[in-house]
C-alpha cells in the first residue's frame, strides 16, 4: 500500500526534471492511466502558484477590482492578478466579496440552467464550511426561498456561520448535523448539493495535502461519499435535483461514485451545458455525464461536478408545529424592528430577551428546530435590556438593515482595524449615542460613544487575531 512519504521524484519517467516537488507514487501511477488526463500536463500545473479569484457580493458592492478578469462561468466572480491579505481588509469582513477558488464557481451554471428559481424553493448545502458555496447560494436564490447550510464539525459549523452572517443575507439557517438527520426530512428540499469530502487531489498545490494523501484515503472517502448520498436522498423531494462535487481526479470518488449511486436509486443524470467555457472537460461513464476541471486546461483548481434529478415517489413530510417558543412581538419590539429593517412583520419575532428576523414562518421553524441542531438562524436584530433595545452586530451586516436609521462615522483604514481588532480607539468621528462603524460606506458593526469612550460592539469571537503585529497596513484589493 502506497503511503503519502512514497513519493514521485522530480526526475520523471518523461527523461527530463518536470518538477522541483513531490507527489506521492500511487498518485502518479494511477494519472497516468486516467481517460481525459494528459499527466504531465497536469503535474506542471499542479507546481505553479494557485489563482487567485474572489467573488463580489452585489448587493453590498457594486465596484469591480483593478487589474482583473472575469471569470467566465461565475456573474460576479473576478481573478486577481496577486493574492492580497484578505484577513487585513476591512471590505472582507463587511462581506463586501468572498475569496472563493474560481472553479467551484462552476455551480452558479448547474443553478442557473437547471432550477427555476420560484418562490418558496428549499436548498440544503450539507457541507458548507468555510462558506465560500453557501453563500453563493444564498446569492442565487435570495428572495426566492430558504438556504440550510449544513456542517458536521462544530468548530467548522461556527466558521460557516459567520461568515453566512457577515454576507449579509437573511434567507439562511445554519446547522451542525450529520447527514443522516436530513434524512428524516423525507421530501423536504428541491436542492441539495454535496461538496463531498475528498482525498483533495484538485488543490494538491498544497503540500500538506499532498504529504496526508493514500491510496488508503481515497478509499476511506469513496466509502463515506456512498454513505452520505444515501443518508441524504430521502431530504430531497420527487423531480429535485441533487448536485455532487469533490476537489479531486480520482475517479473512484468521482464519476464511479455517481455510476453506483444511479444504479442504486431512481435517478436520471443530466447534462449540463458548457460551450463557450474553454477548458472544462465533460466525462462520459457509461453513460453518466458529469463535468472536470483540470489546472493544466482552466484557471484554477481540480474540481468535479454532477447532477442527478430523483425520479421516485417521496411523500413529503407534514410540518407540524410544536410549543411556540416565541412571544408575539408588538408595542415598541415591533415598532423598533420595523422602524430599523425591510423585514415583513409576520417573520418578526421575540425569543426571550432577542428580537429576531426569521427566514420562514415560526411553525416551520419550530419543526425544524425540533429535527436539526440549529447553529443561527435568519437575522438577530437587537436584544432587549429593560427598556433599552440593543442593536445586533448581525443587524448592521444584514441586507435587510436600514443603515440610515443610524448615524455612519466613516473610519480610516487603521481605525477599521482597531474596530476589528476589538481595540479601544477614541476618533471625534462618532457621535453620543449609537453609531454605524463604517469603511468605505459600508457598515462594519456598532459602536456607542458613552461621553468618555467609545464602546466597541464587534463580536468577541469575530475579532481579527494575528500572530505578529499589526502594522495598519496591508496589501489590499484595488477597486475601480
Not at 197 to 212: K, L, N, Q, W
Not at 336 to 348: E, K, V
Not at 365 to 387: Q, W
Request: hydrophobic share 35%.
Amino acid at each position: 500500500m502506497t503511503s503519502p512519504s512514497q513519493i514521485h521524484h522530480s526526475r520523471s519517467k518523461w527523461g527530463k526534471r518536470k518538477s522541483t516537488s513531490m507527489f506521492p507514487e500511487g498518485f502518479i501511477k494511477r494519472i497516468r492511466t486516467q481517460k481525459y488526463i494528459d499527466a504531465e500536463s497536469l503535474i506542471k500545473a499542479l507546481d505553479e502558484p494557485s489563482p487567485v479569484s474572489i467573488r463580489l457580493n452585489p448587493s453590498k458592492w457594486k465596484r469591480v477590482p483593478s487589474d482583473s478578469e472575469p471569470v467566465p462561468w461565475c456573474t460576479y466572480g473576478y481573478y486577481l492578478s496577486k493574492r492580497p491579505s484578505f484577513t487585513l481588509d476591512p471590505l472582507f469582513h463587511a462581506g463586501c466579496y468572498y475569496p472563493q477558488e474560481a472553479s467551484g464557481m462552476f455551480l452558479e451554471q448547474v443553478i442557473m440552467q437547471k432550477v427555476p428559481l420560484k418562490e418558496g424553493i428549499r436548498a440544503l448545502d450539507l457541507c458548507g464550511a468555510p462558506g465560500g458555496k453557501s453563500t453563493h447560494l444564498s446569492s442565487l436564490i435570495a428572495g426566492n426561498g430558504l438556504l440550510i447550510a449544513n456542517e458536521v464539525i462544530g468548530s467548522r459549523a461556527a466558521v460557516l456561520s459567520e461568515n453566512l452572517i457577515k454576507w449579509g443575507a437573511p434567507n439562511t439557517i445554519v446547522t451542525n448535523n450529520d447527514p443522516a438527520s436530513f434524512g428524516k426530512l423525507t421530501g423536504y428540499f428541491d436542492i441539495v448539493f454535496i461538496d463531498a469530502p475528498c482525498s483533495g487531489e484538485g488543490i494538491f498545490r498544497d503540500h500538506r495535502v499532498r504529504r496526508e494523501w493514500s491510496e488508503n484515503t481515497t478509499r476511506l472517502c469513496s466509502d463515506r461519499q456512498k454513505r452520505i448520498l444515501m443518508d441524504i436522498w430521502p431530504s430531497l423531494k420527487n423531480g429535485g435535483i441533487l448536485i455532487y462535487s469533490t476537489c479531486t481526479f480520482n475517479p473512484g470518488e468521482n464519476e464511479q461514485i455517481i455510476r453506483w449511486f444511479l444504479e442504486q436509486k431512481n435517478a436520471v443524470s443530466e447534462k449540463i451545458k458548457i460551450a463557450g467555457y474553454t477548458g472544462i472537460i465533460e466525462i462520459n461513464h457509461q453513460g453518466v455525464p458529469s463535468y472536470a476541471f483540470y489546472p493544466d486546461r482552466i484557471r484554477g483548481e481540480g474540481f468535479f461536478i454532477s447532477m442527478i434529478r430523483k425520479t421516485e415517489e417521496t411523500v413529503t413530510i407534514q410540518v407540524r408545529s410544536g410549543n411556540d417558543r416565541f412571544r408575539r412581538i408588538a408595542g415598541e419590539d415591533l415598532k423598533t424592528a420595523i422602524g430599523w429593517t425591510t423585514f415583513a412583520a409576520d417573520r418578526i419575532v421575540r425569543m426571550g430577551d432577542e428580537i429576531l428576523k426569521l427566514p420562514l414562518n415560526r411553525g416551520e421553524y419550530e419543526f425544524l428546530s425540533r429535527n436539526l441542531r440549529i447553529l443561527s438562524a435568519g437575522t438577530r436584530i437587537c436584544s432587549v435590556m429593560k427598556k433599552d433595545y440593543i442593536p445586533a452586530p448581525e443587524l448592521a451586516l444584514s441586507d435587510g438593515f436600514k443603515k440610515e436609521v443610524f448615524p455612519m462615522a466613516s473610519l480610516n483604514y487603521g481605525e477599521a482595524i482597531s474596530f476589528l481588532c476589538r481595540e479601544r480607539f477614541l476618533t471625534d468621528k462618532i457621535p453620543k449615542g449609537w453609531s454605524l462603524a463604517g469603511y468605505n460606506g459600508v457598515p462594519l458593526g456598532f459602536v456607542k460613544n458613552v461621553g468618555t469612550r467609545i464602546n466597541n460592539y464587534y463580536p468577541v469571537s469575530w475579532r481579527i487575531r494575528m500572530k505578529e503585529p499589526l502594522t495598519r497596513s496591508a496589501e489590499l484589493i484595488k477597486w475601480k
